[in-house]
């Protein structure tokens, strides 16, 4: 069985790329989505929004995208979520030291993007 034992060593030199070892797919786990990184900008703008200023910040964004989107940011470790009791009850959101990390980056895709914008309109 010559042939399979080609495929055997073709297969232990060969990464597999999966969830699991591959840090920009586990990255984007984290980050990806159309509004994420928005959310995150916005919060690091700011530095700590109220569930509807990020609400009408966001043009197009749903509730329950919102919703999902910072529990999911929350859950990962990169939104703070505040709530203070009072009447109305108020809750405010903002970036955990842990994503102040990510900030360099962000400026870079937002630089970059702005870049692509200002490109396409000349």
């Known amino acids: 069985m010559p042939y399979l034992e080609d ?8 990464e597999i790329v999966s969830s699991r070892n591959c840090v920009m797919i586990h990255a984007m786990d984290i980050l990806g989505g159309k509004w994420r990184l928005p959310i995150l900008w916005k919060l690091y703008q700011n ?7 990020l ?8 509730n329950i995208m ?12 990169l939104v703070n979520r505040v ?21 360099p ?5 937002y630089n970059w993007g702005r870049d692509r914008m200002i490109g396409q309109s000349e």
Not at 7 to 14: A, N, Q, R, T, Y
Not at 66 to 73: D, E, G
Not at 88 to 97: A, D, F, I
């Open 66 to 77: 919102l919703t999902r989107s910072l529990q999911s940011l929350e859950e990962n470790g």
């Open 7 to 14: 495929i055997m060593k073709k297969i232990e030199h060969e």
């Open 83 to 103: 709530e203070l009791n009072q009447i109305p009850p108020k809750v405010e959101y903002s970036l955990t030291e842990n994503c102040i990390e990510l900030v």
């Open 105 to 109: 980056a962000l400026e870079t895709i």
């Open 47 to 53: 530095k700590t929004m109220r569930y509807n200023e």
């Open 55 to 62: 609400k009408r910040s966001l043009v197009g964004i749903t």
